[in-house]
């Protein structure tokens, strides 16, 4: 290999580039919609919406500008894959609160979205990125701080419509961000990764990550209105179909107490809610066709 390498005659990249879009539910007690809140108790589900990590760019190009963490990768001794964990880590500071080498041992959901390239996307040449959407629990983004190679870390409010487009809003709401004020090709790449992920949301169990171990089908409901803001059904009819539908039997289970009997949680309202969590073994099938 090394004798290849003296010999070839074809350039070798330092290392390609991948850049992550983190994206998180922030929970926050605001006021709610009627169909969940329980008007007996005055109790009521807390406001979630999308957020996702940007920094802000320390050097040149785009110097001051925000865009998504990541970085190159070492191309002697990671895979892509690898670079965008240790990337994940190291521009969010999770590095304390996750461990493991690979996805399958992170607390996070980590998924490749694409590889983008145009001439003009780097003004520093042919530099394409490979781009991933990892989906975080909030738990695990309290500390953010910035990498080494950024001036800062932040969670921005993601807001896309097909009117107005993609605006970014800090948490303290005094700096809203559009297509122009992100770095490179970023704009684009949210974009898709925000469809991927709504896309992701309503045909396999990623919510998973996002949700306590246990939880009520009302904490589910949220969280997924929350990435699909297309979704509106409302809780109950969404609970009716969700236990009732064949095609998702076994998705969830109930949870019960040592001596069998359903454990409930009454945090958010006056009746007791039953609890659940994911079947880690159920595989969603979607098809288009009739199944023979």
């Known amino acids: 290999m090394e004798e290849f390498k003296e010999n070839c005659e074809y350039p070798t990249l330092a290392g390609l580039p991948v850049d992550i879009c983190i994206f998180t539910v922030i929970t926050d007690r605001l006021p709610q919609p009627a169909d969940v809140v329980d008007k007996r108790s005055l109790k009521s ?10 920094v802000q760019r320390q050097g040149s190009p785009f110097q001051g500008k925000w865009a998504l963490p990541g ?32 996805s399958a041992n992170l607390d996070i959901h980590l998924e490749q979205l694409k590889a983008y390239y145009h001439p003009d996307r780097d003004p520093r040449g042919y530099i394409p990125t490979v781009a991933y959407v990892a989906l975080v629990h909030e738990r695990l983004l309290t500390d953010l701080q910035a990498g080494g190679d950024a001036m800062k870390a932040s969670l921005f409010r993601v807001q896309a419509d097909s009117h107005e487009g ?28 925000l469809r991927f992920l709504e896309n992701k949301m309503m045909t396999t169990t990623v919510a998973a990550t996002l949700l306590p ?16 803001p297309s979704f509106r059904v409302s809780t109950t ?22 001596d069998g009997t359903p454990k409930k949680s009454n945090r ?13 073994a159920f595989e969603a099938h979607v098809s288009l066709y009739p199944r023979f």
Do not use: C
């Open 45 to 54: 589900y807390p406001a979630k919406w999308l957020e996702m990590v940007l």
């Open 166 to 193: 993609l605006r970014l809003i800090s948490q303290d709401e005094a700096t809203i961000l559009t297509d122009d004020d992100l770095a490179f090709d970023h704009a684009n790449i949210i974009r898709d990764a």
């Open 237 to 258: 009819n969404f609970a009716r179909d969700l236990v009732k539908t064949k095609s998702r039997d076994g998705m969830l289970e109930e949870v019960r107490h040592i």
């Open 213 to 228: 171990p246990e939880f009520t089908i009302a904490e589910l409901h949220q969280v997924i209105r929350a990435v699909v």
């Open 268 to 280: 958010y309202s006056a009746r007791p809610a039953q609890l659940y969590k994911f079947n880690a």
């Open 71 to 102: 970085g190159f990768t070492d191309i002697e001794h990671e895979s892509l894959d690898k670079a965008a964990i240790r990337e994940l880590k190291e521009e969010t500071n999770l590095k304390a609160s996750v461990a493991g080498g690979d």
